[in-house]
């Protein structure tokens, strides 16, 4: 499906992105306190439902 070359571009890729993107995150956490309250729900939620399509998907295999 991908070459080992493309995994590797893809693992790291998304590894750095995630290290940024909590780096980023960690900066703005005062005001992401302030101005953003209860959207962890929101991101349970979104993983919850990722997952549960996931489920089903091999459920139904």
Partial sequence: MFST???IFGILF???FAI????????????H????KGTIWVLIAF??????IAAIKYIFM
Avoid: S, T, W
Wanted: hydrophobic share 45%.
């Fill in 14 to 16: 998304f590894v750095a």
């Fill in 5 to 7: 070359g493309q995994l």
């Fill in 33 to 36: 306190k302030r101005y953003y």
């Fill in 47 to 52: 993983i919850g439902f990722i997952g549960m």
């Fill in 20 to 31: 940024i993107i909590g780096y980023q995150y960690r900066k703005d956490l005062r005001l």
